[in-house]
């Protein structure tokens, strides 16, 4: 069945550095775009980083530009978001999600169940 | 960069009674690009509507969605008990720009 894995999450110090990786299945990797998104303890959504199909195109949120990278790997159905300089407030429930299909429209229509990134001393 | 402001924070209603959730853009955003999701505790979000008024994949007809430029809303026509959960509005953007709202509460009265 259609299925996102995160995994890489843990403990970390304020500087420290967290690789996750998202492992898809189920579907054809290489035709979508793909997201991170996390959720801090207690609060709401924040959309993280997106990468097109092809790893062309890619976009950040300004909290997070210039200390993580998102890349891919379409031959080995995996997605990837290295984070490093992190911080306290980097704190949250990680989520892959796949973008639909249909380019003329936008939604995330497949979540992995998260990988939790906890950062403290 | 676009801001989603959802509105009510909280709604607190009873099975069978109708829902209306509202999500305001603090400029117009494209009704394509306007998403609706469902949230339980301790689950990941579920893609409920895309394209503003389409309804993803299983999702029952009990939820529609409506609006344009900066005014949308999530209807819920009669609340089954596992509707309460929280809702959240998402838009993308250019550049792009991908926000979600604060969320909506729906808990039972």
């Known amino acids: 069945q259609v299925q996102l894995v995160e995994s890489g999450g843990g403990l970390v110090k304020p500087g420290g550095s967290l690789r996750l990786s998202c492992a898809a299945s189920?579907?054809?990797?290489?035709?979508?775009?793909m997201s991170w998104i996390r959720q801090a303890p207690g609060k709401g959504l924040e959309w993280v980083s997106y990468?097109?199909?092809?790893?062309?195109?890619?976009y950040y949120a300004d909290s997070v530009k210039g200390r993580f990278t998102i890349s891919r790997d379409n031959a080995k159905n995996s997605l990837y978001l290295q984070m490093n300089s992190l911080r306290a407030e980097d704190t949250a429930v990680y989520y892959c999600?796949?973008?639909?299909?249909?380019?003329?429209?936008?939604?995330?229509?497949?979540w992995g169940q998260g990988t939790t990134v906890t950062v403290s001393s | 960069e676009i801001v989603l402001t959802q509105s009510p924070g909280t709604l607190s209603l009873s099975p069978g009674e109708r829902a209306t959730l509202s999500c305001r853009a603090s400029?117009?955003?494209?009704?394509?690009?306007l998403a609706w999701y469902q949230q339980k505790p301790g689950q990941a979000p579920r893609l409920l509507i895309y394209?503003?008024?389409s309804r993803a994949t299983g999702i029952p007809d009990r939820f529609s969605g409506s609006g344009s430029g900066t005014d949308f809303t999530l209807t819920i026509s009669r609340l089954e008990p596992e509707d309460f959960a929280v809702y959240y509005c998402?838009?993308?953007?250019?550049?792009?720009?991908?926000?979600f709202g604060q969320g909506t509460r729906l808990e039972i009265k």
């Open positions: 999600a796949r973008r639909i299909r249909n380019r003329n429209y936008y939604g995330m229509d497949v």
């Open positions: 189920g579907f054809t990797f290489s035709d979508y775009y």
């Open positions: 998402q838009q993308y953007g250019s550049s792009p720009s991908i926000a």
């Open positions: 394209g503003a008024s």
């Open positions: 400029q117009s955003v494209s009704s394509s690009y």
């Open positions: 990468i097109s199909s092809s790893g062309s195109t890619i």
